[in-house]
């Protein structure tokens, strides 16, 4: 397997455009997360889904954020409109069963938005 | 909800050298601990998981072990290498199984 695929690898766009993050799971995986990752706040989860249904989504911030799974092999994570506090990494992980058997993490996206 | 902390925040140690990286949670109500390693750039990759039930997981030169009593499990990795830089991440699952709770990590450099 290729494992998560996450597009694109880099991202550059000024505040106030809209962004949209793309993500592949692992063949045959039930779950699927979205993360955060910046140096002040470490990782946060920003939703999760199972079986393509959104679970919790508390942690996404507010709602300029936005994420959808309309299949098994797809899932995209949208921001619109971006700002500049947006910049971070944002990784997607896929696995069986939730948190009772090891996320496997894409490469992650990298943010700057300007 | 689950607070996970890891100390220290950074470590530098020669190469050569056995070290201990610590991970301490609140809820001691755990289905497992997981270790991850990540390197500049990239995303994590799982190490080790240690179910509930047990006290070590070993895998190489890396050995976990969870004591969930005290909420605590250490990485102990046994002769460092240069090539063990990165930053180490513990999580633990919720009470529900479905997701994870991540530490801080902790940021290795093993120096040549």
């Known amino acids: 397997d290729a494992g998560v695929i996450q597009s694109p690898r880099h991202e550059v766009t000024e505040m106030g455009q809209e962004v949209t993050l793309r993500c592949k799971p692992i063949s045959g995986h039930d779950y699927l997360f979205w993360y955060r990752q910046t140096m002040m706040r470490g990782l946060e989860l920003l939703i999760y889904f199972n079986n393509n249904v959104p679970i919790d989504d508390s942690g996404m911030p507010e709602d300029r954020f936005s994420a959808k799974m309309p299949n098994a092999s797809f899932s995209t994570l949208k921001i619109q409109p971006s700002e500049p506090r947006d910049s971070a990494v944002y990784f997607c992980?896929?696995?069986?069963?939730?948190?009772?058997?090891?996320?496997?993490f894409g490469p992650g996206t990298r943010l700057l938005v300007l | 909800k689950q607070e996970v902390t890891q100390i220290p925040a950074a470590l530098s140690v020669p190469e050569g050298e056995n070290l201990v990286l610590n991970c301490s949670f609140t809820d001691s109500a755990i289905y497992n601990l997981q270790w991850f390693r990540q390197d500049p750039g990239k995303g994590l990759t799982s190490l080790l998981l240690i179910q509930s039930s047990q006290r070590e997981q070993t895998s190489g030169r890396l050995n976990a072990s969870l004591d969930k009593s005290s909420g605590r499990s250490t990485l102990y990795i046994a002769a460092s290498q240069p090539g063990d830089s990165a930053t180490y991440l513990c999580?633990?699952?919720?009470?529900?199984?479905?997701?994870?709770?991540f530490g801080t990590g902790t940021s290795l450099t093993v120096i040549p």
């Open positions: 992980a896929s696995s069986l069963a939730g948190g009772l058997r090891t996320q496997y």
């Open positions: 999580a633990v699952p919720s009470n529900t199984g479905n997701q994870f709770y």
